[in-house]
């Protein structure tokens, strides 16, 4: 490939000068080509791997330069000589006669660099090629990773870093290379080659730690090995990428989530790293983002567009707390350096006026923001003040002004004895709030944090919850958004809502707003609107406890958005199908259980407690297991701190019980010590009437437990357990996501090896293997794209059967790798028809069952089976077929839907069936006139199951017919069937006696068919005395009188036969000439004279039957002559009688064999039967598959592919 010029300061340095002229200097580097170069060779291979050279990929290159000059420069490289070769020749014809027309040195080198860039340019601009933002350095980088790992261009390289990998107790010096889905190590030393690939998506673990020989590695876990690497130069960057690249593997597991790379990123600046990539400046821009939305509650969307240090004047305090400002599209944020100290949302949808301010020394490049609420913001210290300011501008033109207002939050005005308490409260939320402001843009500080602490007033309660969740500023974006989604819900019905309907009543049964239908009405338009919002959810049990309290405090629409906030970013996956986030929390909480109470860590484990408590806590908020006026502060604090309150609180509840958990024998008796003690967590403060608690009812009898103030209660979780840092949670979150996302994986797997084990002949083990090979051409398809979009191959919610499924281009790929049937030029249309075949549904995607259940019977079917699935998939209508074979299309179709197509009186015209009724289930409200065809009574079932139990002998006479047409795809499928066999010869001969006596025998039943234009109950009856007389003639011949089988038939048999009926047998013979028998035939001198045909002869010889060539057995040449000539005679004479028919129109309409007789056919040939009979080992099959997919193919690995060609 040209390159753009490079200057070279040492030309031979490692390189052998190959050719030589004035201008310009092909070089091969020492090492490769002829001989390796030695140990020279050697030297300088680890050298271009240690140094991460391009000479490794690109081992030729032609220099430029001037006579009289010293400098070089490279113009060209290339990975093989036929490459660089062309380059050569190239300058050589184009450029050397009109450089030496230049006088000047310089406009020599001047107009070679533009000549070369031009081509460059010029290529780029044919092929389509876009100017990305990555360098040169990466781009060679990108090279060199798909050529040694034999990745396709979709797969996209992220970043790639230098480090050793630990093989056993010798460290391998080399290359980790990290891209979107995998990861891989090149290390070349002294002719010791290692490669490793594993998938993220693979990955069970992964942790940096220290060893005592090292102070820091990486190790990589999968479920089969560890891989442990080290010597890194940024340890810490390497990590927090190999991270998020896993927990996107992890991600599309989980929910089908592809990977889309953000184009609206900045342009890459001059002083960027070498190898920065676009795809490495996208993810560190994503990792920030979402730091920035959790830190600040905002929503899923949006995107931070850059921060600065600065300080912020405080009012309420007279200080300038140093921090740092965020901009993002649609908010300003402020943070203190101190964490706790003061933070600051601002989002613009509120900002009035932005100004620079004077400068000071005590105040440099101050910038003032005003809000809609006459609150004022002074910030300073600002770097870039005049930048920041534009940006600002930029975002405030695009947003626009919303419909939304926020309400002032006013508290009640009722001073009696009983809420004096709850007025108190009032009156010091009011006092902070003329202090530090009201609203989104109020200064947040450690005194919001304590009134948090001590309670939320009632009245304010829900407003509070919608200013700290975030959700405030989801509902002032989307006006009207809730309203259509309810509108849009009415009346719909699916598997949400039905859990819904089923749950509405035992939400919060005990409370007044729910024992009426107003309360249940606005519960249930809730959740169904949410299910609408997010079917990936939809709706899981738990929502409804909460969503209920939700509604207790705020509107209909503000409960909306506050659930939307608990889902989507505050406990993430907490409610989807597996509630994967509960289990990934409940991990959480067993590392921090065995970090802050160890002692009472084991015993919890013992008992198997922490897994039984953590998810009924966690789900619920603690709703479900403590008094309602109790949990509703917890709730509280979860809203302002995140789910770190959630941690504390479980571990206080833990704390406190400790003595009486370490006497408990099992975990019934601990379960009963904790449910006492939350039972007894109450709210003094409450001006609520008493609720009865649900849970309070399934404890003992025994004496109640002490009375325990829910403040007190979470003062000292804060106290003890305060400690804990959201980035900790996150950190600790992403190890156990990989665990339980792992589990989940391994656990779906045994249950389809569970189920379908006793149904196939395979082993647990070979339906394992097979499940991991599955599951990774449809993860395959995922990465580097398909014909279909993977959310429809991947759902989730459905059974584990049918949570994978492959399209027809992935079972292509396995079915080359792993079927028996799978040689010759006809794989891709046997593959079709296989597909066709097992795909019952039509929904061009078949399930690991239907997958499984065909390659079971091609590998451990009996002779019978396996003959029953040929000749099926080969019935089988075409999809496109119109209207040329309405019999046998309709008798097809009957068969293979026969279980949802209705039944149909004999005596009905079969074409005008065949018009009506394609195979497909049709639904028609008509009433009138249309009478009832399909009841899916009791009688049916019975009817479908007694079909089951029917003996195969039964079934064989309900397959249709095989149609002229059809019985050539047979034929040619056959042929192509043995072409790698060892008895290939001996197969070929055997296949051409029985296609033969197919067709004697398909032409013989003519004789006693009637014309297609019959009623049915006649053709019927033809048809048993067609099949009758047919049997009784292959009885006849099968005793010695075989058709043209054997070496003695006379060229006057043939004559015989041919004169019968070779004019309907050339329709047969000019398709079957398609048969490419040469490409895969024995070139031995025992051939048939099948073989012997070229493909010249083939086509000039139009005359010649390819009848009489399937049929001519071992003949001698001379004997092929004959019957070739008696051939030509005799379809002279027929087309003597009529003109010839086209060769569209020549296939004869009422010739056809039936299965018995296909069957009976192929046992008359041993080698057949042999064939046939033949069992496989299907893990050899398997195993090569690996090997295909780790090796060459530039489709990827199965599960943890280690390419290691470790020499020694």
């Given at each position: 490939?040209?390159?753009?010029?490079?200057?070279v300061?040492?030309?031979?340095?490692?390189?052998?000068?190959?050719?030589?002229?004035?201008?310009?200097?092909?070089?091969?580097?020492k090492?490769?080509?002829?001989?390796?170069?030695?140990?020279?060779?050697?030297?300088?291979?680890?050298l271009?791997?240690?140094?991460?050279?391009?000479?490794?990929?690109?081992p030729?290159?032609?220099?430029?330069?001037?006579p009289?000059?010293?400098?070089y420069w490279a113009?060209a490289?290339g990975g093989?000589?036929k490459?660089?070769?062309?380059?050569w020749?190239w300058?050589?014809?184009?450029?050397?006669?009109?450089?030496?027309?230049?006088?000047?040195?310089?406009?020599?080198?001047?107009f070679?660099?533009?000549?070369?860039?031009g081509?460059?340019?010029e290529?780029n601009k044919?092929?389509?090629?876009?100017d990305?933002?990555?360098?040169?350095?990466?781009?060679?980088?990108?090279?060199?990773?798909?050529k040694?790992?034999?990745?396709p261009?979709?797969?996209?390289l992220v970043?790639y870093?230098?480090?050793?990998?630990?093989?056993?107790?010798?460290?391998?010096q080399g290359?980790?290379?990290?891209?979107i889905?995998?990861?891989?190590?090149?290390?070349?030393?002294l002719?010791k080659?290692?490669?490793?690939?594993?998938?993220?998506?693979?990955?069970?673990?992964?942790?940096?730690?220290?060893t005592?020989?090292?102070?820091?590695?990486?190790?990589?876990?999968?479920?089969?090995?560890e891989?442990?690497?080290?010597?890194?130069l940024?340890?810490?960057?390497t990590?927090?990428?190999?991270?998020?690249?896993?927990?996107?593997?992890m991600?599309?597991?989980?929910?089908?989530?592809?990977?889309e790379q953000?184009?609206?990123?900045?342009k890459?600046k001059?002083?960027s790293?070498?190898?920065?990539s676009?795809?490495?400046?996208d993810?560190d821009?994503?990792?920030?983002?979402e730091?920035?939305?959790?830190?600040f509650r905002?929503?899923?969307?949006?995107?931070?567009?850059?921060?600065?240090d600065?300080?912020?004047?405080t009012?309420?305090?007279?200080?300038?707390?140093?921090g740092?400002?965020?901009v993002?599209?649609n908010?300003?944020?402020?943070t203190?350096k101190?964490?706790?100290l003061?933070?600051?949302?601002?989002?613009?949808r509120?900002?009035t006026?932005?100004e620079?301010?004077?400068?000071?020394?005590?105040?440099p490049?101050?910038?003032?923001?005003?809000?809609?609420?006459?609150?004022t913001f002074?910030?300073?210290?600002?770097?870039?003040?005049?930048?920041?300011?534009?940006?600002?501008?930029?975002?405030l033109q695009?947003?626009?002004?919303?419909m939304?207002?926020?309400?002032?939050?006013?508290?009640?005005f009722?001073?009696?004895?009983?809420?004096?308490?709850?007025?108190?409260?009032e009156?010091?939320?009011k006092?902070?709030?003329a202090?530090?402001g009201?609203?989104?843009?109020?200064?947040r500080?450690?005194?919001?944090?304590?009134?948090v602490?001590?309670?939320?007033?009632?009245?304010?309660?829900?407003?509070?919850?919608?200013?700290?969740s975030?959700?405030v500023?989801?509902?002032?974006?989307h006006?009207g958004?809730?309203?259509?989604?309810?509108?849009?819900?009415?009346?719909?019905?699916?598997?949400a809502?039905?859990?819904?309907e089923?749950?509405?009543?035992?939400?919060?049964?005990?409370?007044?707003?729910?024992?009426?239908e107003?309360?249940?009405?606005?519960?249930?338009r809730?959740?169904?609107?949410?299910a609408?919002r997010n079917p990936?959810?939809?709706?899981c049990?738990?929502?409804?406890?909460?969503?209920s309290v939700?509604l207790l405090?705020?509107k209909?629409?503000?409960?909306?958005?506050?659930?939307v906030?608990?889902?989507?970013?505050?406990l993430?996956?907490?409610?989807?199908?597996?509630?994967?986030g509960?289990?990934v929390d409940?991990?959480?909480?067993?590392?921090?259980?065995r970090?802050?109470?160890?002692q009472?860590y084991?015993c919890?484990?013992?008992?198997g407690v922490?897994?039984?408590?953590?998810?009924s806590?966690?789900?619920?908020?603690f709703?479900?297991?403590?008094?309602?006026?109790?949990?509703?502060?917890?709730?509280d604090?979860?809203f302002?701190?995140g789910?770190?309150?959630?941690?504390?609180?479980?571990?206080?509840?833990?704390?406190?019980?400790?003595?009486?958990?370490?006497?408990c024998?099992?975990?019934?008796?601990?379960?009963?010590v904790?449910?006492?003690?939350?039972?007894?967590?109450?709210?003094?403060?409450?001006?609520?009437?008493?609720?009865?608690?649900?849970?309070?009812?399934l404890?003992d009898?025994?004496?109640?437990?002490?009375?325990?103030?829910?403040f007190?209660?979470v003062?000292?979780?804060?106290?003890?357990f305060?400690?804990?840092?959201a980035?900790?949670?996150?950190?600790?979150?992403?190890?156990?996501?990989?665990?339980?996302?792992?589990t989940?994986?391994?656990t779906?797997k045994?249950?389809?090896?569970?189920?379908?084990?006793t149904e196939t002949?395979?082993t647990?083990?070979e339906l394992e293997?097979?499940?991991?090979?599955?599951?990774?051409?449809?993860?395959?398809?995922?990465?580097w794209?398909?014909?279909?979009?993977?959310?429809?191959?991947?759902?989730?919610?459905l059974?584990?059967?049918?949570?994978?499924r492959?399209?027809?281009e992935?079972?292509?790929?396995?079915?080359c790798?792993?079927f028996?049937?799978?040689?010759?030029?006809?794989?891709?249309?046997?593959?079709?028809?296989?597909?066709?075949?097992?795909?019952?549904?039509g929904?061009?995607f078949?399930?690991f069952?239907?997958?499984?259940?065909?390659?079971s019977?091609?590998?451990?079917?009996?002779?019978?089976?396996?003959l029953?699935?040929?000749?099926?998939?080969?019935?089988?209508p075409?999809?496109?077929?119109?209207?040329?074979?309405?019999?046998?299309a309709?008798?097809?179709t009957?068969?293979?839907?026969?279980?949802?197509?209705?039944?149909?009186?004999?005596?009905?015209?079969?074409r005008?069936?065949?018009d009506?009724?394609?195979g497909?289930?049709?639904?028609t409200?008509?009433?009138?006139?249309?009478?009832?065809?399909?009841?899916?009574?009791?009688?049916?079932?019975?009817k479908?199951w007694?079909?089951?139990?029917?003996?195969k002998?039964?079934?064989?006479?309900?397959?249709?017919?095989l149609?002229q047409?059809?019985f050539?795809?047979?034929?040619k499928?056959l042929?192509?069937?043995?072409?790698?066999?060892?008895?290939?010869?001996?197969?070929?001969?055997?296949?051409?006696?029985?296609?033969?006596?197919?067709?004697?025998?398909g032409?013989?039943?003519?004789?006693?068919?009637?014309?297609?234009?019959?009623?049915?109950?006649?053709?019927?009856k033809?048809?048993?005395?067609?099949?009758s007389?047919?049997?009784?003639?292959?009885?006849?011949?099968?005793h010695g009188?075989?058709?043209?089988?054997?070496p003695?038939?006379?060229?006057?048999?043939?004559?015989?036969?041919?004169?019968?009926?070779?004019?309907?047998?050339?329709?047969?013979?000019?398709?079957m000439e398609?048969?490419k028998?040469?490409?895969s035939?024995p070139?031995d001198?025992?051939?048939?004279?099948?073989?012997l045909i070229?493909?010249?002869?083939?086509?000039d010889d139009t005359?010649m039957?390819s009848?009489s060539?399937?049929?001519?057995?071992?003949?001698d040449?001379?004997?092929?002559?004959?019957c070739?000539?008696?051939a030509?005679?005799t379809?002279?004479?027929?087309?003597?009688?009529?003109?010839?028919?086209?060769?569209?129109?020549?296939?004869d309409?009422?010739?056809?064999?039936?299965?018995?007789?296909?069957?009976?056919?192929?046992?008359?040939e041993?080698?057949?039967?042999?064939?046939?009979?033949?069992?496989?080992?299907?893990?050899?099959?398997?195993?090569?598959?690996?090997?295909?997919?780790?090796g060459?193919?530039q489709?990827?690995?199965a599960?943890?592919?280690?390419?290691?060609?470790?020499?020694?």
């Amino acid at each position: 490939m040209w390159v753009h010029p490079d200057e070279v300061l040492l030309a031979n340095a490692l390189w052998f000068t190959e050719r030589a002229n004035p201008y310009f200097i092909l070089q091969r580097r020492k090492g490769h080509g002829e001989g390796g170069g030695g140990l020279a060779g050697l030297l300088v291979g680890t050298l271009d791997v240690v140094l991460d050279s391009s000479a490794r990929v690109a081992p030729y290159r032609i220099l430029y330069q001037t006579p009289d000059s010293l400098v070089y420069w490279a113009i060209a490289c290339g990975g093989s000589r036929k490459e660089i070769t062309e380059h050569w020749e190239w300058l050589e014809q184009n450029l050397l006669q009109t450089l030496s027309i230049f006088e000047n040195e310089n406009d020599i080198t001047t107009f070679v660099k533009g000549k070369v860039q031009g081509i460059i340019a010029e290529y780029n601009k044919n092929h389509d090629i876009k100017d990305d933002d990555d360098t040169d350095k990466f781009k060679e980088a990108t090279v060199r990773f798909r050529k040694l790992f034999g990745m396709p261009e979709e797969e996209k390289l992220v970043n790639y870093y230098s480090c050793s990998y630990w093989k056993g107790k010798v460290p391998r010096q080399g290359w980790l290379y990290l891209s979107i889905n995998h990861l891989c190590f090149y290390s070349f030393l002294l002719g010791k080659e290692a490669k490793l690939v594993i998938r993220w998506a693979d990955i069970t673990q992964l942790e940096k730690n220290a060893t005592l020989l090292l102070p820091e590695i990486i190790k990589v876990s999968t479920r089969s090995s560890e891989h442990i690497f080290s010597v890194f130069l940024n340890i810490s960057e390497t990590f927090k990428l190999m991270e998020q690249l896993a927990n996107i593997a992890m991600r599309q597991l989980l929910d089908n989530e592809g990977f889309e790379q953000d184009r609206s990123l900045p342009k890459l600046k001059r002083k960027s790293p070498k190898k920065v990539s676009a795809l490495k400046r996208d993810l560190d821009a994503r990792a920030k983002s979402e730091r920035y939305r959790a830190l600040f509650r905002l929503p899923k969307d949006e995107k931070l567009d850059g921060h600065t240090d600065c300080t912020l004047w405080t009012p309420f305090n007279k200080m300038h707390i140093v921090g740092q400002m965020f901009v993002s599209t649609n908010y300003i944020c402020f943070t203190s350096k101190e964490e706790t100290l003061c933070s600051l949302i601002i989002p613009l949808r509120e900002v009035t006026i932005v100004e620079k301010a004077d400068s000071s020394s005590v105040l440099p490049s101050p910038l003032s923001i005003s809000t809609k609420n006459r609150m004022t913001f002074l910030f300073a210290n600002l770097k870039d003040r005049d930048f920041l300011v534009q940006r600002i501008s930029d975002f405030l033109q695009q947003t626009t002004s919303k419909m939304y207002f926020e309400r002032e939050i006013i508290g009640s005005f009722s001073s009696s004895d009983d809420e004096a308490k709850e007025f108190l409260k009032e009156q010091a939320w009011k006092n902070h709030f003329a202090e530090y402001g009201q609203g989104v843009c109020m200064y947040r500080t450690e005194k919001t944090k304590e009134l948090v602490l001590k309670g939320i007033p009632e009245n304010m309660r829900g407003e509070l919850w919608l200013l700290f969740s975030g959700a405030v500023n989801e509902m002032a974006t989307h006006p009207g958004y809730y309203e259509d989604l309810v509108e849009k819900s009415m009346g719909k019905y699916n598997l949400a809502t039905e859990e819904i309907e089923r749950d509405l009543h035992r939400s919060l049964p005990e409370h007044p707003a729910f024992q009426n239908e107003m309360g249940i009405a606005a519960l249930r338009r809730v959740l169904t609107a949410y299910a609408f919002r997010n079917p990936n959810i939809g709706y899981c049990q738990a929502m409804n406890i909460v969503t209920s309290v939700l509604l207790l405090y705020a509107k209909e629409e503000e409960a909306f958005w506050l659930l939307v906030a608990l889902c989507e970013r505050m406990l993430p996956d907490y409610y989807n199908t597996r509630v994967v986030g509960a289990l990934v929390d409940q991990g959480v909480f067993e590392e921090l259980a065995r970090e802050n109470v160890p002692q009472l860590y084991d015993c919890m484990q013992d008992l198997g407690v922490i897994s039984t408590i953590s998810l009924s806590w966690f789900l619920t908020l603690f709703l479900s297991v403590m008094p309602f006026e109790s949990a509703v502060v917890v709730v509280d604090c979860f809203f302002y701190d995140g789910i770190k309150v959630i941690f504390q609180l479980a571990l206080s509840v833990l704390d406190a019980n400790i003595d009486k958990l370490l006497n408990c024998k099992d975990d019934g008796e601990a379960m009963t010590v904790l449910g006492r003690y939350l039972d007894s967590v109450t709210n003094k403060d409450s001006t609520l009437p008493p609720i009865p608690h649900l849970h309070s009812l399934l404890t003992d009898n025994g004496e109640p437990h002490p009375e325990v103030d829910i403040f007190k209660l979470v003062q000292s979780s804060y106290e003890k357990f305060g400690c804990i840092r959201a980035d900790v949670i996150e950190q600790m979150r992403f190890r156990q996501r990989l665990r339980v996302i792992q589990t989940i994986e391994d656990t779906t797997k045994r249950n389809v090896v569970r189920t379908i084990v006793t149904e196939t002949a395979f082993t647990t083990d070979e339906l394992e293997e097979l499940y991991v090979l599955f599951k990774t051409e449809h993860l395959t398809s995922c990465y580097w794209g398909g014909n279909s979009n993977p959310m429809d191959r991947h759902d989730p919610s459905l059974p584990y059967l049918e949570q994978y499924r492959i399209d027809f281009e992935q079972f292509k790929g396995l079915f080359c790798l792993l079927f028996p049937w799978s040689c010759g030029t006809h794989s891709d249309s046997l593959a079709k028809r296989f597909f066709r075949l097992l795909d019952q549904n039509g929904d061009s995607f078949i399930n690991f069952r239907e997958f499984v259940t065909g390659l079971s019977v091609l590998c451990h079917g009996d002779l019978t089976e396996k003959l029953k699935l040929l000749y099926k998939m080969h019935v089988l209508p075409e999809p496109n077929l119109e209207h040329d074979e309405p019999d046998s299309a309709f008798e097809a179709t009957q068969y293979f839907f026969e279980d949802l197509t209705p039944e149909h009186s004999l005596g009905q015209d079969s074409r005008n069936k065949s018009d009506k009724d394609d195979g497909f289930v049709s639904v028609t409200f008509k009433t009138e006139k249309i009478k009832k065809t399909h009841t899916p009574d009791y009688r049916t079932y019975l009817k479908l199951w007694k079909q089951e139990t029917n003996t195969k002998i039964e079934n064989m006479k309900d397959l249709p017919r095989l149609n002229q047409e059809q019985f050539i795809e047979l034929c040619k499928t056959l042929y192509n069937m043995f072409s790698e066999d060892p008895n290939e010869q001996e197969l070929y001969h055997a296949t051409a006696t029985v296609t033969s006596l197919l067709l004697e025998i398909g032409e013989v039943g003519k004789l006693f068919c009637s014309p297609s234009d019959k009623e049915d109950g006649d053709i019927l009856k033809d048809n048993c005395l067609c099949q009758s007389e047919q049997t009784s003639l292959f009885h006849q011949t099968s005793h010695g009188e075989q058709f043209l089988s054997g070496p003695n038939s006379a060229g006057n048999d043939e004559s015989t036969l041919c004169g019968s009926s070779v004019g309907d047998e050339q329709a047969v013979c000019s398709q079957m000439e398609d048969i490419k028998l040469e490409d895969s035939s024995p070139k031995d001198h025992g051939m048939s004279s099948a073989m012997l045909i070229s493909d010249d002869e083939t086509k000039d010889d139009t005359s010649m039957s390819s009848y009489s060539v399937l049929s001519a057995g071992s003949h001698d040449m001379d004997e092929k002559l004959q019957c070739e000539d008696i051939a030509e005679d005799t379809v002279l004479v027929r087309n003597n009688l009529g003109p010839t028919l086209p060769h569209s129109t020549s296939i004869d309409k009422d010739w056809a064999i039936t299965f018995e007789q296909f069957l009976a056919s192929v046992l008359t040939e041993q080698a057949l039967v042999v064939y046939f009979e033949k069992p496989v080992i299907i893990m050899s099959r398997i195993t090569n598959a690996k090997n295909v997919r780790k090796g060459g193919r530039q489709v990827m690995s199965a599960s943890d592919y280690e390419i290691s060609s470790l020499s020694g």
